[in-house]
């Protein structure tokens, strides 16, 4: 056996033994290896000389079947030795306090054609699970936008924002991928499952969590952290008070990745999060695809264009005329010496500019004196 | 006459001759007195000897005049050395180039029982004529919010957001003020006559320009300078690329006042100007009342109060049960021995907790072992 297949079946099995991101484990896997560490473990016994009660899990675990069976079902096992580990995830190594759960993940098991090495241009976007409409319709349309540009989206799989998210990156043309808090063969919610199945045909489907293996409320929070590590950056598009999106926030914060949030009306509860996280200073507002683009940096294509100003007829006018056109009235039409005198100007360079501004329909003549016409209202 | 009425009587003549913030005249008065200003002009003859135009345009006007007759329709004039005198307007002097307009008032005509020396607390609203609902609600509850706290609400009287703001700061039994591009005697636009009927009754209707002037694109222009001048802060409530609104929040820049912005949704165009505000950090989110008190800084009665967390029930378990509670699967059953291993804990101390959990309706307790029960799903 090779010194890199020791260290997979070690990392196999450790991950069976702890909760992902558990800073006792991630610490000594990075301070020792993991294959040390499980050889230390597994021959732990306690003054009597039993096994403990870790080293008896770890002696009922059978990595080599579990890789083994997750192959079966076309799932593979991706541990920072590969090629394919995506290693800006190396981050999480540095980002958290030492005792809080955290850390580089012991490996991560994948479903799917998307290499994880590729995914530097990426961005994740999450939100509310009890999302609105509206917060759907702009995942969707932002996701579909950063997609079509290649850049691979990626979500929870959750209801609301995180499915808007995937459907539109899929509707987009683009890559997805789906980092889930339990087993990459357990599709979570059940009525994802067509989607999922989707999204590990075309994308993948990621878990730190051994295949098989239940979502729990931790696994979730711990999931969090994965999602704003494989990303360059991380969008919110809608989140409560309290939301999980705003655990993603902030792991993107502790990472120094770009964390964006798209507003909403402000007496909606779905955006007060997010606005929370604008006012904060502590993630920049997005209203689309492009903005994201930009502020993600992903490459000189993604330059944002400016919304044009629609030219008005008014701007190409000389500035003589315009001010002559500026000094006639909104409702009342007067008479030309008063045009003259609220411009400044002499009485003949106003005549000739108001015939014109007459010929081009910016303003209007009648009894009483000129008046703004259909342009000049413009 | 004391030099007090002839500096007064000097600026009604001068402001009869220019447009409001003509950068010659501001320039001069502050250079050299509206007086001496006044007699410089109305003197000057061309080389034949006769009165120049502007000459003959002051000798034709009468200043005393216009004070009376501004007198009997309620209106006073009030200049720089008047105890009523806003003083935070002088800070036009300071902003903008000078061959722009701009530049301190000559004076101002108001129109109502509001002493615009008492404007200190205040806070300009201001926004898009062509409004949609969402936008004029929130400037109407913003507006209510403020104004019950003793702040002032600043605005143009114009349709849209303008008005919702007034009303608002009247539902709310607060000051309002409104600045105007024509004359304090000539409601524009007039559909709000009876509005600014009800703000010269109890608050005030400010202009630049003289009685009986009439509005014109330069003056709505100028009187936006008045309206950030004579505010703390501005908020910008809707408005699109183009919107006037955009020009009074660049003056509130120049005049270093607190800009504020209210999001939108992204598919409103109406929303695309605050958004830019925001995302250029020019101006500050904010979606409430409080949150514009806090950041005007009025006064120490402004503090936030943050939204309140719902206090939720799992907040309250000690922190062994919450560990055992998060092991707990979100959606299928599992036996103790699962849970003890996920929560990493001994099968005694997760039964006692399960116990409790079940006890509170946090867990419940199937054929296949326990899942969530009510309270944890919440």
């Known amino acids: ?73 076309g799932i593979r096992y991706v541990v920072p030795s590969d090629d394919e580990w995506p290693t800006q995830v190396g981050d999480l190594a540095h980002a958290g306090a030492v005792h809080e759960r955290g850390g580089v993940p012991l490996g991560l098991w994948v479903r799917g054609p998307s290499r994880l090495d590729e995914l530097n241009d990426s961005v994740a976007v999450v939100g509310s699970r009890s999302s609105t409409a509206y917060g759907e319709g702009a995942a969707r349309a932002l996701a579909t936008e950063v997609a079509g540009h290649g850049v691979a989206v990626i979500s929870g799989a959750a209801f609301g924002i995180d499915q808007a998210a995937h459907r539109g990156a899929v509707a987009g043309g683009g890559r997805t991928v789906a980092v ?20 590990a045909e075309t994308g993948a489907v990621v878990s730190e969590v051994p295949p098989g293996s239940a979502p729990t409320r931790q696994r979730f929070l711990s999931r969090n952290r994965v999602i704003a590590a494989l990303a360059r950056g991380t969008v919110v598009v809608e989140a ?49 695809g492009p903005e994201v683009l930009e502020l993600l940096g992903t490459s000189g294509s993604h330059l944002i264009v400016e919304p044009r100003s629609e030219t008005r007829a008014r701007d190409a006018l000389r500035p003589r005329d315009a001010r002559v056109l500026d000094a006639v009235p909104v409702s009342r039409a007067v ?44």
Chains 1, 2 share one sequence.
């Open 1 to 73: 056996m090779t010194a890199r297949d020791a260290d997979r079946l070690a990392r196999v099995a450790l991950s069976r033994l702890g909760e992902p991101g558990d800073p006792r484990i991630t610490t000594l896997v990075a301070e020792m290896g993991a294959v040390r560490l499980h050889e230390a473990l597994a021959s732990e016994r306690d003054l009597e000389g039993v096994l403990t009660d870790v080293a008896a899990r770890l002696a009922a675990n059978d990595p080599e079947r579990d890789l083994a069976t997750a192959a079966r079902l």
């Open 180 to 199: 889930l808090a339990g087993g990459v063969d357990r599709p979570y919610p059940v009525a994802h499952t067509r989607l999922l199945e989707h999204i």
């Open 240 to 288: 409560a008070h309290r939301s999980g999106a705003l655990s993603t926030a902030r792991w993107a914060e502790r990472l120094s990745r770009t964390l964006m949030a798209v507003p909403g009306p402000v007496t909606s509860v779905q955006s007060t999060g997010t606005h929370g996280l604008i006012r904060a200073g502590a993630a920049q507002l997005v209203t689309s």
């Open 335 to 378: 008479p030309t010496e008063s045009i003259a005198r609220t411009a400044g100007l002499g009485l003949v360079a106003v005549q000739s500019a108001l015939t014109l501004l007459l010929r081009d329909g910016f303003v209007e003549r009648g009894p009483h004196g000129w008046r703004l016409g259909p342009q000049g209202r413009a």
